[in-house]
Nanobody, 125 residues
Framework: RVQVVQSGGGSVQAGGSLRLSCTAS????????MGWIRQVSGKEREGVAA??????WYADSVKGRFTISQDNAKNTAYLQMDSLKPEDTAMYYC????????????????????WGRGTQVTVSS
């Protein structure tokens, strides 16, 4: 059974920074591909960033502001969010999976099998 445990988030003013952390454990000794998906109330979830196998992906809306990193030994990923904007306000979900010879052009919900519970990020203007 795979568990995805995330932490971080909170409230910050526009221009501020927050850091999210996420650890995946169980079921395998392999390193998981990990990512963040966010959801604004009433809207569909959208991919934010992903990392794995030496690859990274970012949504256009966060490029240059967010940085994803991974500690492979711990199967832990981090999302450093800088220069936050009010439109970044959302519930952020950490997700993990094992991709074999696969890296999508755009990461989305269907790419991940294992999910964290989500953490709220609120950016005030």
């Amino acid at each position: 059974r795979v568990q995805v445990v995330q932490s971080g988030g909170g409230s910050v003013q526009a221009g501020g920074s927050l850091r999210l952390s996420c650890t995946a454990s169980g079921d395998t000794d392999r390193t998981y591909v990990m990512g963040w998906i966010r959801q604004v109330s009433g809207k569909e979830r959208e991919g934010v960033a992903a990392i794995g196998g030496g690859n990274t992906w970012y949504a256009d809306s966060v490029k240059g502001r967010f940085t994803i990193s991974q500690d492979n030994a711990k199967n832990t990923a981090y999302l450093q969010m800088d220069s936050l904007k009010p439109e970044d306000t959302a519930m952020y979900y950490c997700a993990a999976d094992l991709w074999d010879n696969y890296w999508p052009e755009k990461v989305n919900v269907a790419d991940f099998s294992f999910w964290g519970r989500g953490t709220q990020v609120t950016v005030s203007s």
